[in-house]
């Protein structure tokens, strides 16, 4: 069964980027033709956000509101996709999730990490 | 505007029928999709492309779309049904999503 594993630091400061990992066990992300690999955030007490996505071919789409400053890639090699997210502010301090998602048509997000809580603080 | 709309919280009585909407421009031209977060927990897909179950979701959740509104439907809620749901949808023109406000549903 597929799981994924969200990794990095819980503690971010101002203005700098953040930078989450997901590992991908139970399955390999190369061979995983017909899925996208993305980035959920969920601030405390608040409601779930789409922060980007990255497609098997490496194709990426991104939540317009966040574009400027997101960036989601792919490492086969290590069997895990990325996300970087420059010039945090408060306002990024969040649970961010990493999923798995069809990439053609509406499937929905059906395998989700547990999460990991980043605080953005000087 | 790329928003969805969900009413803040819906109350339902046990055994009785939880009607949970979903509205955003031009909605019916996008795929959408439902999921239950309970208290502590990672959301978990409850239907898909508008209308489809996955594998292992009881039948008393049903969805349907229409027009500018998708609605999400628990028939005979029970109170493990308890939870904040949230819509999603898929624009196939941008291969983007966005996610609804969230609805508390609470079994009373």
């Known amino acids: 069964q597929l799981q994924l594993q969200e990794s990095g630091p819980g503690l971010v400061r101002p203005s700098e980027t953040l930078s989450l990992a997901c590992s991908v066990s139970g399955g390999s992300i190369s061979s995983s033709r017909s899925y996208s690999w993305g980035w959920i955030r969920q601030p405390p007490g608040r409601g779930l956000e789409w922060i980007g996505s990255i497609s098997h071919e490496g194709s990426t789409s991104y939540n317009p509101s966040l574009k400027s400053r997101v960036s989601v890639s792919v490492d086969t090699s290590k069997n895990q996709f990325s996300l970087e997210l420059t010039f945090v502010t408060a306002a990024d301090a969040s649970l961010y999730y990493c999923?798995?998602?069809?990439?053609?048509?509406?499937?929905?997000?059906?395998?989700w990490g547990r999460g990991i809580a980043v605080t953005v603080s000087s | 505007s790329n928003e969805l709309s969900q009413p803040p919280s819906v109350s339902v009585s046990p055994g009785q029928t939880a009607t949970i909407t979903c509205s955003g421009d031009k909605l019916g031209d996008k795929y959408v999709c439902w999921y239950q977060q309970k208290p502590g927990q990672t959301p978990r897909l409850v239907i898909h492309?508008?209308?489809r179950r996955p594998s292992g979701i009881p039948e008393r959740f049903s969805g349907s779309s229409s027009g500018n509104t998708a609605t999400l439907t628990i028939g005979g809620t029970q109170a493990m049904d308890e939870a904040d749901y949230y819509c999603q949808a898929w624009d196939v023109r941008t291969a983007t999503f966005v996610f609804g406000t969230g609805t508390k549903v609470t079994v009373l």
């Open positions: 999923v798995r998602h069809p990439t053609t048509g509406g499937y929905g997000m059906d395998v």
């Open positions: 492309q508008d209308s």
